[in-house]
């Protein structure tokens, strides 16, 4: 199918692309390049655990947003938007006003104690938060928690979920102490990045009741668009050629990549220049 739109106009009636195409590649260069094209990156990165004493220790705190959400349970509610959790709630309401673990700065100072703060507690070890697209706008693309108090020896297990609900991967962690007073050097955060969007993040244990905090989430700021990486997986490669041609076939805008309103011969030729260029 490419051939045939090659031979009849297209490329060939814009200055020669096609041409110029075959001397560079050989007659035989699409199907060359496009059997050429390797798998996709998978977009997605699993984070922790990692010591957390403050918003500044997140991996995400120095990331560009659309939009972002950190709940700190510190007004004694779960009132971020778009997300809520399966069971247990803020430790002041379900817990009682003592015996906390917050984040160690959230009572204002760090000094190796959360007592002072709040939390979100499940006397069930395994908690699921979910995000809600709609509410959104669309699922967030970073999402983490910190783990904050268990029993002694407690096995942490952290995953992520996509919108299909597949899961996108997990982590595991074993640094509780044996304290339940408040103690924040046992504190970890976990997380995920995914470029697809996470659906819901899921954290449980094996030992006594579960208390997290700084539920954080965000979807990443849309990057400028990159011609060459037609897929925009991260690469450029033949999987961006085959990309390319599927949409050009079609007429699809998005193959409009010199951004004249039209989608045509010269497409192709801007496309292969940056192609071959290898760079944005």
């Known amino acids: 199918?490419?051939?045939?739109r090659f031979g009849r106009g297209g490329v060939?009636?814009?200055?020669?692309?096609?041409?110029?195409?075959?001397r560079r590649w050989g007659t035989g260069w699409a199907l060359g390049v496009l059997c050429a094209a390797s798998a996709a990156a998978s977009g997605q990165t699993m984070l922790g655990p990692t010591p957390y004493r403050c918003f500044s220790d997140s991996p995400f705190a120095s990331l560009a947003f659309d939009y972002f959400h950190l709940e700190t349970f510190e007004d004694h509610l779960f009132n971020v938007?778009?997300?809520?959790?399966?069971?247990?709630?803020?430790?002041?309401?379900?817990?009682g006003p003592s015996i906390h673990d917050s984040v160690d700065c959230d009572d204002?100072?760090?000094?190796?104690?959360?007592?002072?703060?709040?939390s979100f507690f499940s006397a069930a070890p395994d908690i699921t938060f979910t995000f809600n697209a709609a509410v959104l706008g669309?699922?967030?693309?970073?999402?983490?928690i910190v783990w904050t108090d268990g029993g002694g020896g407690a096995m942490v297990t952290f995953e992520a979920r996509a919108a299909d609900n597949t899961l996108?991967?997990?982590?595991?962690?074993?640094?509780?102490?044996?304290?339940?007073?408040?103690t924040t050097a046992e504190d970890r955060f976990y997380g995920a990045i995914s470029d697809g969007g996470i659906k819901s993040i899921?954290?449980?244990?094996?030992?006594?009741?579960?208390?997290?905090?700084h539920l954080q989430y965000g979807a990443a700021a849309a990057a400028a668009p990159c011609p060459a990486d037609f897929n925009q997986d991260g690469g450029i490669d033949g999987a961006d050629v085959q990309a390319f041609f599927a949409a050009w076939e079609t007429g699809d805008p998005a193959a409009d990549v010199n951004q004249d309103g039209g989608v045509d011969g010269t497409d192709v030729e801007v496309f292969f220049a940056a192609w071959e260029s290898g760079v944005c």
Do not use: C, K, W, Y
Request: negative net charge; without cysteine; aromatic residues 2%.
């Open 1 to 4: 199918m490419i051939s045939s």
């Open 12 to 22: 060939a009636a814009s200055s020669g692309a096609l041409g110029a195409l075959r």
């Open 81 to 95: 938007p778009g997300v809520s959790a399966d069971r247990g709630g803020v430790t002041s309401v379900v817990f």
């Open 168 to 182: 996108l991967g997990t982590v595991t962690g074993q640094h509780a102490d044996n304290s339940v007073n408040g």
């Open 202 to 213: 899921r954290i449980r244990h094996t030992s006594g009741g579960l208390e997290v905090d």
């Open 108 to 118: 204002g100072v760090i000094d190796g104690s959360g007592l002072m703060g709040d």
């Open 138 to 144: 669309r699922l967030p693309t970073h999402a983490g």
